[in-house]
Nanobody
Framework: QLQLVESGGGLVQPGGSLRLSCAAS????????IGWFRQAPGKEREGISC????????NYADSVKGRFTISRDNAKNTVYLQMNSLKPEDTAKYSC?????????????????WGQGTQVAVSS
């Protein structure tokens, strides 16, 4: 069964950091572009970062640029999202998705597989 599982979410104070992980089972990620998306209550889903299959290409939404860093370890079949300088407006459910075309895009449409998500709350 092809599955993506996110972990690492939680409650953090403004200015704090979290590292999210996206682990694959049932398939290997090394041919897939991976995207991170988030959705807050009452808001549309937002693509925030993506990384190409070899990690050489990355992209970030303006809302997280300079604060979040995406990386991958294909040997561990895992993609990470390091989130620093977190703000209350970063509160959302964060999901990862895999795209077989290998093209790093922030639009959700092209992605083939999705995880269930992990909740991030930024509050004092």
């Amino acid at each position: 069964q092809l599955q993506l599982v996110e972990s690492g979410g939680g409650l953090v104070q403004p200015g704090g950091s979290l590292r999210l992980s996206c682990a694959a089972s049932g398939f290997t990620l090394d041919r897939y572009a991976i995207g991170w998306f988030r959705q807050a209550p009452g808001k549309e889903r937002e693509g925030i970062s993506c990384i190409g299959p070899r990690g050489s290409s990355t992209n970030y939404a303006d809302s997280v640029k300079g604060r979040f860093t995406i990386s991958r370890d294909n040997a561990k079949n895992t993609v990470y999202l390091q989130m620093n300088s977190l703000k209350p407006e970063d509160t959302a459910k964060y999901s990862c998705a895999a795209q077989l075309t290998g093209v790093c895009v922030l639009a959700g449409g092209p992605y083939n597989y999705w995880g269930q998500g992990t909740q991030v709350a930024v509050s004092s």
